[in-house]
């Protein structure tokens, strides 16, 4: 379990609509929170519990990610 801090930067533009969480060991396998930002931009999800495809985290509405462009993320 743990939280990430991290940047992200894109090699391409992107669509995003929701984040994959990889299960590993002492994890639930799942992301309960997850935040995208920079100045232009500032996309939150929150988990939704074990319902359906709960390995996923979806953003209210889909957003981009601009090649080459910075943003911040948490999770």
């Known amino acids: ?6 940047t992200i930067t894109a090699n391409v533009t992107i669509e995003v ?3 994959y969480t990889y ?3 002492g994890t639930g396998g799942h992301t309960e929170y997850a935040r995208i930002w920079n100045s232009t931009l ?10 359906g495809d709960w390995h996923n985290i979806s953003f209210d509405k ?7 462009e910075n943003y911040n ?3």
């Open 1 to 6: 379990m743990g939280t990430h801090n991290g």
């Open 17 to 19: 609509s929701k984040l």
């Open 23 to 25: 299960p590993c060991a």
């Open 42 to 51: 500032d996309e939150v999800a929150i988990w939704s519990g074990y319902v």
């Open 62 to 68: 889909p957003f981009t990610l601009v090649a080459n």
């Open 73 to 75: 993320s948490c999770n």
